[in-house]
């Protein structure tokens, strides 16, 4: 069975930084890409940041761009969202998700919170 | 970028009802769509992928037909379990892009 855990959600102030983690566990971690998709309260989803299997290849929504990094550990089946320079509008809900021969699997999400 | 839109925003309707919902995208993108039902506080349950594979689980009342640029999801007889916001989802290239949902309620 597929499971996807985030983990390190928290309340920060605007300009900090907070790191996402995702534990993957159920299917070859390695094989496929991950992605982290956010929805903001009483929003819609956003799609934020995807990365290949190998970890080569990286791919950032525009408003994301040059401040957040993902990455992942496939020796530890984890994936990770560094955020930098959080802004208000960083508030979400994120969730790590991947998609396996079409079909897409998503955790439960983790809670981001940038208010001072 | 490829824009998704989906109508209606909303819609109001009764159990047993067949409902469709309708997605499309700016640009042909194959059937690289994807289908995506969420309620209040909990994470999407994806429904359907390929823009009419249904997944595996989910009830064969909900499905998906379409290519290229327009592409619906059909619920055959509503149930009250049914009543949530539903997402489509092109995964044709990045960046990756939904539409704007689709809210059914309660008649």
């Known amino acids: 069975e597929v499971r996807l855990l985030e983990s390190g959600g928290n309340l920060v102030q605007p300009g900090g930084s907070l790191r996402l983690s995702c534990a993957a566990s159920g299917f070859t971690f390695s094989t496929y890409e991950m992605t982290w998709v956010r929805q903001a309260p009483g929003k819609g989803l956003e799609w934020v940041s995807t990365i290949s299997g190998s970890g080569a290849r990286t791919y950032y929504a525009d408003s994301v761009k040059g401040r957040f990094t993902i990455s992942r550990d496939n020796s530890k089946n984890r994936l990770d969202l560094q955020m930098n320079s959080l802004r208000a509008e960083d508030t979400a809900v994120y969730y790590c998700?991947?998609?396996?021969?079409?079909?897409?699997?998503w955790g439960q999400g983790t809670l981001v919170i940038v208010s001072s | 970028d490829i824009q998704m839109t989906q109508s209606p925003s909303s819609l109001s309707a009764s159990v047993g009802d067949r409902v469709t919902i309708t997605c499309r995208a700016s640009?042909?993108?194959?059937?690289?769509l994807a289908w995506y039902q969420q309620k209040p506080g909990k994470a999407p349950k994806s429904l359907i992928y390929g823009a009419s594979r249904v997944q595996s689980g989910v009830p064969s009342k909900f499905s998906g037909s379409g290519s290229g640029t327009d592409f619906t999801l059909t619920i055959s007889s509503l149930q009250p379990e049914d009543f949530a916001t539903y997402y489509c989802q092109q995964y044709a290239t990045y960046p990756l892009t939904f539409g704007p949902g689709t809210t059914v309620d309660i008649k």
């Open positions: 998700t991947n998609r396996i021969v079409g079909v897409s699997y």
């Open positions: 640009q042909g993108i194959g059937n690289n």
